[in-house]
């Protein structure tokens, strides 16, 4: 075994079960964040108040941040000791978890049979899966609109932000203020449907050809292109977390839409329905 997190594969078990909030896995190691390079540290902002360390396992629920879309936070538990996880990346081919231990005297040993029991806060995950899922849905009614001529059929689609209070999806051309009531009205009709949420994995020649919204950066790995689809209605390639039927996501309101130098910003959050 390794002794370098680097180079430890973790399996991914949220991009195929995303209702999976438990589960237990092999540690395969553990050591300080400051004993790693500089530029992997970079990608963390650790807890002031403890010494943060980052913990490898063989397979984790904990979705790493990306996509738009927060890190998952909870806790991997082996005898006495607690390990709160803060934040989770991705660092091909290992998913890195950094966080503290409770007692901070405590540790793990990595020994190759360890075993840490995963539990992610439920709560949390639950909100960036219906935040996550909204923004597709987002995407489909403006993508409905465009075919529609309700909106300019140049208008492509663009980034997004998945973040509690922070939420957007960004189109590339020029949605007009006075379009907003017309997305909201698609978006209610769409959760009113209680659409199924499914994930698949496609070729990326499947993916490239019947995907709703294409960005030029969507990642291939093994399984192939990670796909959500919404229905019948539409998909997009994808990393995240979402919830299983649309109604899940309560009240998708679309807060605002803001034009800046030829790209338009629809503002969004959920509410409880």
Not at 6 to 33: E, F, M, N
Not at 119 to 142: E, F, M, N, Q, Y
Not at 191 to 198: A, E, F, T, Y
Not at 210 to 224: A, M, N, Q, R, W
Request: include cysteine.
């Amino acid at each position: 075994m390794s002794s370098s997190p680097l180079s430890q594969r973790t399996d991914p078990l949220y991009q195929k079960d995303g209702q999976l909030h438990t589960h237990t896995a092999p540690i395969t190691s553990v050591q300080p964040l400051s004993s790693l390079p500089p530029d992997t540290q970079a990608l963390f902002k650790p807890p002031p108040e403890s010494q943060p360390y980052i913990l490898t396992t063989s397979s984790t629920i904990f979705h790493a941040q990306g996509g738009g879309q927060p890190s998952d936070t909870g806790t991997i538990k082996s005898g006495p000791a607690t390990f709160s996880v803060h934040q989770v990346r991705k660092l091909d081919p290992a998913i890195l978890h950094l966080g503290t231990f409770d007692p901070p005297e405590s540790h793990f040993s990595v020994s190759g049979n360890e075993a840490g029991e995963q539990s992610i806060d439920v709560p949390k995950r639950v909100l960036h899966s219906r935040i996550h899922t909204a923004g597709h849905v987002i995407g489909l009614a403006v993508n409905q609109l465009i075919q529609e001529g309700v909106l300019d059929k140049g208008i492509v689609d663009g980034k997004a932000s998945h973040y509690p209070g922070a939420a957007f999806v960004e189109f590339v051309g020029l949605i007009g203020g006075d379009k907003k009531g017309d997305i909201q009205a698609r978006v209610d009709d769409l959760v009113n449907q209680d659409l199924d949420v499914k994930i698949h994995f496609w070729t990326e020649e499947k993916a490239r050809s019947d995907c709703t919204g294409v960005l030029e950066s969507f990642k291939s790995d093994e399984d192939g292109v990670r796909v959500v689809e919404i229905g019948h209605v539409g998909s997009y390639p994808c990393g995240g977390t979402h919830v299983v039927k649309l109604r899940e996501c309560g009240k998708i309101v679309v807060r605002n839409i803001k034009r800046q130098k030829g790209i338009s910003k629809i503002g969004y959050e959920v509410q409880d329905a």
